[in-house]
């Protein structure tokens, strides 16, 4: 069973974002994610300083499995990426919460965040996809 | 209903990522496809093969019926537990399976053939067996381990009797003991040494702890898919198949062409492929920048000429991705693939990539 921690907000595509004190937004994959890819070989992180709409494709990771685009979870500029995932991509499945995080937005509304899924909504949305 | 193996409850409980494949419930990997794979080129892993077909081959006619469908030829076999790696054609030289075939004793041989290719295989032996003094039995009672790495002689020979281990070390490739209801070989398909054990189904779940337990690595499919590929081994399915000749598969080797008066299924075909000179072959590709090859993307060679990939992936020891794929006879230097992210440049190599534990490529 995947690991949902509650204090964080979820996109049905799967990434995970959190407010930092700092104004900025980080953003990484759920366990759930990292689970169904399988090891991660390779993760291209986003431009710096581009800026994004919610949605956006923004990164990839790909993993031995298959390939997976990294949508925006909210609208903003890209301040900064995770360096470390360049040679140690195995951290977004070990950490996927933690030292796996993928990238920083500033986002242009703070309240975006809020449109995002809570934790027992994304848990249900799993649970609906797997019951297919 | 999807089948399962003796094995699947252990499976469960060892935490494995459950696939679909072709119809049985397989391990995908038991937390890391990664660590599975290293486990297997440095020291010694173990793979659930239970869903591979096994049948029995008995009767008079056996010998003369395998001479007949099988492109390498059973006479060479010998001394029992002795094996061939073998294609079955079909009348047009395409690839109906490959598979292992073992020599038990006089008039008595068995088949370890591809689990996706189950049906038509037995059907296509049965049809070609009408008339003769002979028997085809599957045998669904056995399950089949394959142990596999440097370390798997060692390993086996601790956890089997004295005299069982003693005989291991003495097995060269492909060749098998037959003792009891088991059969132990020393076969494999990740580019290590290591044993493929064909062993009664209620017998596997002791043995399979008893290896776990001497620190043998659990390995699921996504390991055992990424060893053959770094090995250059061709998968049934994606790297040959009906449409696809040994010649152009890389397996000329496995057709036995003397006697030249044996006349098997697909030999008129071969012959004829074989004198005109066949006009693609599989090739290795290396991408040494990021991203991945997949099975079906196309390859463009400089001259214009193109290619397709059978099978890709990511290689561990190389850490970058690598591909069999079906090009031009003469192809070699670089070509463009197109990948997701826009077209990459690749180059070409003749597999394998690794055989125990070297890297044998650039």
Redesign the interface.
């Known amino acids: 069973m995947s690991n949902t921690p509650s204090d964080l907000y979820y996109a049905a595509t799967h990434e995970w974002a959190r407010l930092d004190e700092d104004g900025l937004v980080t953003v990484g994959i759920t366990d759930h994610a990292q689970e169904s890819l399988g090891d991660l070989v390779f993760v291209e992180t986003p431009e710096l300083d581009k800026a994004v709409e919610a949605g956006d494709a923004c990164a990839v990771v790909e993993s031995v499995k298959a390939a997976s685009d990294i949508y925006a979870p909210v609208g903003g500029q890209i301040v900064d990426a995770n360096a470390r995932l360049q040679d140690e991509p195995e951290l977004v499945n070990s950490d996927p919460y933690g030292e796996g995080w993928i990238m920083r937005i500033r986002p242009d509304d703070p309240d975006d965040i809020e449109r995002l899924m809570r934790a027992d909504d994304y848990e249900h949305m799993i649970e609906q996809e797997e019951e297919g | 209903m999807l089948r399962r193996t003796p094995l699947y409850d252990r499976h469960r409980a060892a935490g494995a ?1 459950i696939v679909d494949f072709a119809g049985w419930e397989m391990p ?2 038991y937390g ?3 660590k599975e794979h290293g486990r297997v080129r440095e020291s010694a892993g173990m793979f659930d093969v239970s869903h591979m077909t096994v049948a029995g081959i008995s009767g008079a006619d056996a010998r003369r019926f395998l001479r007949q469908v099988l492109a390498n030829d059973v006479a060479r076999l010998r001394a029992p537990g002795h094996a061939l790696y073998t294609c079955m054609l079909n009348a047009t030289g395409g690839i109906i399976d490959d598979l292992i075939v073992y020599y038990l004793s006089e008039g008595r041989y068995r088949l370890v053939l591809n689990a996706a290719t189950r049906e038509k295989d037995l059907a296509w032996l049965q049809d070609r067996a009408e008339g003769l003094d002979l028997r085809i039995r599957e045998r669904r009672d056995l399950a089949m381990l394959a142990v596999q790495g440097p370390e798997a002689l060692q390993r086996m020979t601790e956890e089997l009797d004295t005299t069982t281990g003693r005989k291991l070390a003495d097995l060269k490739p492909f060749q098998g003991l037959e003792t009891g209801d088991w059969l132990i070989a020393r076969t494999g398909y990740t580019g290590e040494d290591g044993f493929e054990i064909i062993l009664p189904d209620r017998q596997v779940g002791p043995l399979w702890d008893r290896l776990a337990g001497a620190g043998v690595t659990r390995c699921g499919l ?1 390991a055992r898919d ?1 060893l053959r590929l770094e090995a250059g081994l061709c998968l049934y399915g994606q790297d040959m198949d009906e449409n696809t000749s040994p010649l152009t598969s890389n397996l000329g080797w496995t057709i036995a062409w003397e006697p030249t008066e044996r006349a098997f299924i697909g030999r008129t075909a071969v012959e004829l492929e074989r004198k005109r000179g066949a006009k693609e072959a599989l090739r290795g590709l290396i991408l040494d920048g ?3 090859l997949r099975q079906g993307q196309a390859v463009l060679l400089a001259d214009g000429r193109e290619g397709r990939i059978t099978s890709g ?2 290689s561990p020891v190389l850490g970058r991705s690598i591909a069999l794929a079906r090009l031009p006879v003469n192809a070699e230097g670089t070509a463009t693939v197109e990948l ?2 826009g077209p990459a440049q690749v180059r070409i190599v003749r597999p394998p990539f690794v055989r125990k534990g070297q890297v044998l490529v650039d």
């Open positions: 990522k995908l990997h890391s496809q990664l996504g990424s990021r991203g991945m992936g990511y997701r992210g």
